[in-house]
């Protein structure tokens, strides 16, 4: 079976400063990882996946991510943060070896990003 | 930018009554999900479908729940008789051919069972 873990509930930064977001991960096989990001009363939106090839990834909004293998992470990360990245993350993995599709979500992580 | 749409937005309903929650999944997606969230838990797989049958399905899922899709563009999911621990943010979703490709999810039906 397949599992995430964010460690942290929150995580807090002042604007300017670098964020991150820790994720790491349990499937058989390679995996598929994804991050979304949940805005107050809006849907998940995709912000980034890792599928295969370089370790670091890029999306939307200035994020990117690192997979590292030896450690099971997918660390969600930007250079600097901005007021409005505040919203509540969530990381996901698939079985990226098999034909299943379903989405194994971590317990997400609030960033609140201080003026 | 094409969307997954879902209706209603919100939906009080009495305990052991049948609810419908529908969705648009974008037009050219093959793959369609439900997922739930309940109030302040992590997002939970319920089924995934393709080809006008269930391809996945978690231990959730279970005879209660159905799903369908009645025509070219509505996907929906139907709980039989809804209980108390029913209540949940239920998000459609849906993705492209290509089994590396994204999950767009819409914005979701807050589902409240009385």
């Known amino acids: 079976a397949q599992s995430v873990a964010q460690p942290e509930d929150q995580v807090k930064v002042a604007e300017g400063n670098p964020l991150t977001v820790k994720c790491t991960y349990s499937v058989s096989g390679n995996p598929y990882l994804f991050w979304y990001v949940q805005y107050p009363n809006r849907g998940l939106q995709f912000l980034l996946k890792y599928i295969t090839g370089d370790n670091l990834v890029k999306g939307s909004y200035g994020f990117e991510a690192e997979f590292n293998k030896s450690q099971t992470s997918f660390h969600l990360k930007k250079p600097s943060a901005l007021v409005s990245d505040s919203a509540l993350y969530f990381c996901?993995?698939?079985?990226?070896?098999?034909?299943?599709?379903?989405?194994?979500f971590g317990s997400g992580t609030r960033l609140q990003v201080q003026p | 930018e094409p969307e997954v749409t879902q209706t209603p937005s919100h939906q009080v309903t009495q305990m052991g009554q049948e609810v419908i929650l529908r969705c648009v999944p974008i037009?050219?997606?093959?793959?369609f999900y439900w997922y739930r969230q309940i109030l302040g838990q992590k997002v939970e797989f319920l089924v995934s479908f393709y080809n006008n049958e269930i391809s996945e399905k978690s231990e959730i899922f279970d005879d209660q729940f159905s799903v369908e899709r009645p025509d070219g563009s509505n996907f929906t999911l139907k709980i039989r008789s809804t209980k108390l621990e029913d209540s949940a943010m239920y998000f459609c979703?849906?993705?492209?051919?290509?089994?590396?490709?994204?999950?767009?999810f819409g914005q979701g039906t807050r589902l409240t069972v009385v």
């Open positions: 996901a993995v698939s079985p990226g070896d098999t034909g299943r599709r379903a989405l194994t």
């Open positions: 979703a849906s993705t492209g051919q290509g089994k590396n490709t994204e999950a767009f």
């Open positions: 037009s050219n997606h093959l793959y």
